[in-house]
């Protein structure tokens, strides 16, 4: 799980990395009178959105994966429930790079001291919500300011060319109103990966808020536990991963506060 949650977060640092590439590029070119200067920087233009279609592109496709060993672990260690002999094959030979001699669900993968039952997946998915919704909610804020900063690019980008005279060569004209179209983009990719996160911290805030009911009142049915997994599955999956970097970062405070919090 983790390999896989590492390679979503590679290939999604270089969809960032491209957006940001794009956003940079469109207000270098606005200033930037030579011809030659300026074909290169459209050039880096146009291959950069590519670059980061691909990039998303893997970055999905290696998180789904992630994300499916993760509910089956989550499964696994809270409720006993294990794959069929067919699915563990199938996830072995999908994943690739682990150990084939380790079995993937022979132990118990959270920290939770509740005995096997919905208990035990409830305090798992608090544990997990309490993750999610700080380390996302740092995230949202991070890109924040990243929009802040490409508004005041395109605003830039907006006023040179309404500086350039009439007569200008039309061919750098275009190039110009080109380098705003990307800009603008860029500015939407980023605003598009804020709602997202942002979303995703409402939402893990919402489910850690319930879970506390739960365990405070006790006597939970497996319909309540199962119901709450998959209201934070929908949630987790239909947003970007948490960068490595914010997740290295915050995680000593994490467990320190989670772990104060269980005594």
Partial sequence: MRSEFGKSKRWYHRSICASLGMLLLSVILVPCSSGISAVILGMGLFIL??????????????QDRAEYIRRSLMLADALDHKPSKIELAQLKIDVGSID???PLFD????????????????????ESAF???????????????????????LFFVLYMLLSIPVGHEISLVVA?????????????????????????SIA?????SKSDVFIKNGNISAEDAMELAD????????????PGAIYKYML????????KRQS
């Avoid at 999610?132 to 995230?139: C, D, W």
């Avoid at 000593?252 to 772990?259: G, H, I, P």
């Fill in 231 to 242: 209201e934070y599955n929908c949630a987790v999956i239909q947003s970007p991963p948490i």
């Fill in 131 to 153: 993750f999610t919704h700080n380390l996302s909610k740092r995230v949202a804020y991070i890109l924040g300011g990243i929009i802040c900063v490409g508004v005041v690019g």
């Fill in 100 to 102: 084939r001699s380790e």
């Fill in 252 to 259: 000593k405070s994490l467990n320190e506060a989670w772990r």
């Fill in 176 to 200: 110009k109103w080109a380098a705003l179209v990307m800009s603008f983009l860029a500015a939407g990719d980023f605003s598009y990966l804020f709602r997202r996160s942002f979303c995703l």
């Fill in 204 to 208: 893990s805030k919402n489910v850690l």
């Fill in 107 to 126: 132990k118990r993968y959270y920290d939770s001291k509740i005995a096997v039952g919905p208990s035990r997946l409830i305090d798992i998915l608090a």
């Fill in 49 to 62: 959105p590519m670059l980061l279609f691909v990039s998303r592109e893997f970055s999905l496709e290696h």
